[in-house]
């Protein structure tokens, strides 16, 4: 089995920085694309940000020139470092991954469990 783990949210100020990890465990081969998606109460889940393996990156527009996605592929890690937040960016925050798994060999997407974000103003 695969698992995702997001860590590293909590609360901040408008204006202030928080950053988001996911770590992936377990019988992996390989991780291809991983996301960071949000949700707000009420709202419908939003993609956020994609890394490629080899590092390439898409954001939406509502997080441009303020978030940063990465990854470290030696540790099964991505990251998403959030500046300049604001009270709107306020919502659980999911991480996902296509991942082939190494045994059974298996494609898979999984899904972390989420970590809260709050933004005050």
């Known amino acids: 089995q695969v698992q995702l783990v997001e860590s590293g949210g909590g609360l901040a100020q408008a204006g202030g920085s928080l950053r988001l990890s996911c770590a992936a465990s377990g019988s992996i081969f390989s991780i291809s694309i991983m996301r960071w998606y949000r949700q707000a109460p009420g709202q419908e889940r939003e993609l956020v940000a994609t890394i490629s393996r080899g590092g390439t990156t898409n954001y939406a527009d509502s997080v441009k020139g303020r978030f940063t996605i990465s990854r470290d592929n030696a540790k099964n890690t991505a990251y998403l470092q959030m500046n300049s937040l604001k009270p709107e960016d306020t919502a659980v925050y999911y991480c996902?991954?296509?991942?082939?798994?190494?045994?059974?060999?298996?494609?898979?997407?999984?899904w972390g469990q989420g970590t809260q974000v709050t933004v005050s103003s």
């Open positions: 996902n991954a296509g991942v082939t798994q190494s045994s059974p060999i298996r494609a898979l997407e999984v």
